[in-house]
């Protein structure tokens, strides 16, 4: 087994592409201090942030784009879409590299830094209401794009079906390949639900036996950007839980402190969502004899440094 990343494929959008390219192939990186490093449990983790996007969400953003150019809903009309940040920094930098402009409806809370890194992609952000969340940003894209259908067609990322193929046809092989096929547990978080859906129904349609766990903020009001508590929101319709295999809660504290934790004792900067995660492995882990365990680290965490997992360290 490799931290390297895969080799490249040529069945990905764009592959072909200079940047776009880029997107995936992503290191997977056995932790070395959180977890002991030999021992019959192993807990890896997939490095996002080395995206040329800086996230997972790169994936989701190609998949979708390719496939609206496919079905010639784009270009010529805008792509609208609401995100808390990551999504929406993927669709701008793609759409900046493909001349596709990018409208974006994001929540006022959502950190500085991707309020900043989605303009100096050249996209228009329209601010929403903080206390509304994702869910408030995501109605207010529908209302718009149903207002303008001929000035912009709304990816809906929540419930667009490019975004679980994404994962499926790449991080999904990916995690395979990178483990030689040994993982033995999945644990990925619940936002669209689009990695944890895509990657784990393919890594169970390749050997049935692997436990696919989804992670949710323990609290209804959190602090972990792009996670969601499905108890207290509109489940997206991506989001099918009647095959997974364990539902995790992690608090915002112990995300947070686990962020800290991965960059003074792993030397990795993640984000609250990747705390969340790495959380959640270790306990996976925590209860095995032997196995596995891949977890997901949607970002980079540099876009974070303003947010309280940091003023609070």
């Known amino acids: 087994m490799s931290d390297d990343t895969v080799e490249r494929g040529t069945s990905r959008p764009f592959a072909d592409h200079p940047l776009l390219g880029r997107i995936g192939m992503t290191p997977l990186i056995r932790l070395q201090r959180l977890w002991p490093p030999q021992g019959p449990v192993e807990v890896w983790v997939k490095a996002e942030g080395f995206n040329p996007g800086g996230s997972v969400k790169d994936r989701a953003a190609l998949f979708i784009i390719a496939d609206a150019i496919e079905r010639g809903v784009l270009p010529g009309r805008r792509l609208l879409d609401a995100t808390s940040g990551n999504t929406g920094i993927a669709y701008a930098m793609i759409g900046a590299a493909l001349g596709i402009g990018v409208t974006l409806c994001v929540p006022s ?35 718009l794009a149903r207002r303008h259908p001929d000035r912009y067609w709304w990816a809906d990322q929540y419930s667009n079906p490019a975004n679980v193929r994404a994962h499926h046809q790449t991080t999904g092989p990916e995690i395979w390949q990178q483990t030689a096929g040994r993982v033995t547990h999945f644990v990925a978080g619940v936002g669209t639900s689009g990695t944890l859906m895509g990657t784990g129904g393919y890594l169970k349609a390749r050997d049935p036996a692997i436990r696919v766990i989804g992670v949710e903020p323990a609290e209804a009001l959190h602090g972990l950007e792009g996670l969601k508590n499905m108890a207290a929101v509109e489940p997206p319709a991506l989001f099918d839980p009647s095959w997974l295999d364990d539902r995790l809660y992690v ?9 800290r934790r991965l960059a003074r004792e792993e030397g990795i900067l993640a984000g609250g969502s990747g705390g969340a995660n790495v959380v959640a492995a270790l306990r996976v882990a925590s209860r095995l004899q032997e196995g596995v365990v891949v977890t997901v680290l949607p970002d980079d965490g540099t876009r974070y440094l303003s947010t309280a997992i940091w003023r609070e360290a």
């Open 109 to 143: 809370n959502a950190s500085v830094e991707r309020h900043r890194i989605l303009r100096a992609f050249g996209a228009e952000v329209i601010v929403t209401d903080p206390l509304e969340g994702t869910e408030g940003a995501r109605h207010q894209a529908e209302a």
């Open 251 to 259: 608090s915002t504290d112990d995300a947070y402190a686990m962020v």
